[in-house]
């Protein structure tokens, strides 16, 4: 490892909120500074206003290209000849984009029934990509295989501390976009998957009078059950239209983050998310996934408790890599409750 | 009228690129600084970068926030109790939320088969609406009958000064956060339905480098023959799915304007709106509304041409107000080709 990487590591801040804005230091002008969208049909659906944080107009098409470039970008600087990583999708067109970036080869796992349009979107990046089963587990253990068998680096989605602040730029970033518009939010909603960007969140609002308030499909309710076991715990998952939030284990260092900072975790039903995804084309104007649609749902909720009355209220829209056939279904009111098997 | 008004009106630059940097000045912080969003899906598509200026994510849904802002704060200023607008929808939309805003009763203008959305959105705001007729002349009989019969002020959706400037402030927002990014626009796109867009922005680029370009839809190609025959004619309109374009005869002021300034014209089928509709949804994540779409189409169009490869194209997507049934219907592929009477 040259000196200056080595130094590197020595000045890097330990996980907490100056380590996410060392993170959006890094990754100024790299990454978009995604727009944050109001809309006043969805702030009449009840009494706080919500600010959307658009990133499915991100790099990529989700937030996760944050975290993955700083994670890329360190191993490249650490001498690696090849990432590999596992993902139902986003983090996946990442860590492609990422690798191709900065030159070096990328393999990603993905599930077998992966969205298509992710996977079409990692082959365009120039990445190779492998299918395994369906299961986390599955996924891990092909990533395990590669990184023994071929010597690669793997870039993982919910440990890694780059991609956790890397993730938490959206939020910090979020922060800073309402405070310009004279604004403070109270709150801020995110989905979660495998935790990263939840994590990331709270590393991001240490210190703010913000609360963290988590989405997860009822089907995978991998930080409801995690918490009330006071572990990270593989739940018995079922059929999701989220496929982002499939993941049916959340990673250990999200939940050791997670575990003291997220002030709620709500669970959304399959036509919840359905709603809230048509609500962001038809109300809101973007197109998003619906990963980021459990989000809305959440937001969409809480705004309608007295205690939320006259707040505000951060949406993180993670991301907006969705199948063109299934926006078509849900708009026209057609969708099956769950398209995906988990 | 007070003194102070008087000289407002004394100081009023003539119409060229001032007179809309000076309107910019007034709209500040009253109108959203839309984004400006790239999709390298869209990109992919020719050989041009496209900058898509997202006014569909403006106050009331579409750029024509404003004109009507500076129109009506005009006319009340002078002392206006009442102000009246004809309109497909869009003027009237921001003329409502202008005089809201304003303190001064609304009444709009609309043809009998009008978007239902739009409808809606103008009741919300407060204001009356009128159904008449679906032509552009029998909307501005019942204009110039309400004017006469009640005092109403008249905010023409083209022929009024602070409309055309107003509306040149979204192409002169979007050259400079062109500018913002490192780049620098050689055309911008626009739709065409009384002229107002197109005009203002011949006003907003004025001594620099950056073409023109109108689009409209082929039933309704109303520039195209007024350029041909060297003045405004109301032109046979057929149906079109882009409600927003419908007016059959462009403006006399913005026609003055474009004459000389437009560097040119082209004229988009149905199907092309449709598909380009679909793939601003899917590829650039936004939902805009056909009218949007039909300068979106004419973008993707050039941006194939040699004479744009590598050239930089800004895209006025100038609204999103759209009927939820439409959406469904072109994203499933079964809209018919035109659902509306002109």
Redo the contacts between chains.
Sequence with gaps: MPENEASLAVVDPPLGRSAVLDAQRRLAGRV?R??V??S?DLDRRGAARLWLK?E??Q?G?SFKVRGALLAVERLVAAGSRGVVAQSTGNHAISVALAAGQLGVPATLVLPSDAAPTKVRRIREAGAEVLAAGTTLAERIAVVDELRDARGLDVVDPYQDPDVVRGQGTATAELLQQVREAGARLDAVVLPVGGGSAVAGACLAVTGEQVEVVAAEPAAVPALTEALATGAPVTVAAHPTIADGLRPDRVGQLPFDICSTAVSDVHTVEEPEIAEAM?AA??QA????EPAAATALAVALRISRLPRWRGRDIGVLLTG?NVE?SL???L???TARPAVQAV
Excluded at 285 to 288: E, I, S, T, Y
Aim: net charge positive; aromatic share 0%.
């Design positions: 978009t995604t727009p969208v109001r006043d658009a499915n107009l790099r098409g048509c084309v038809l104007r973007l197109l998003v907006g063109d926006v078509a279904a708009l026209a009111g």
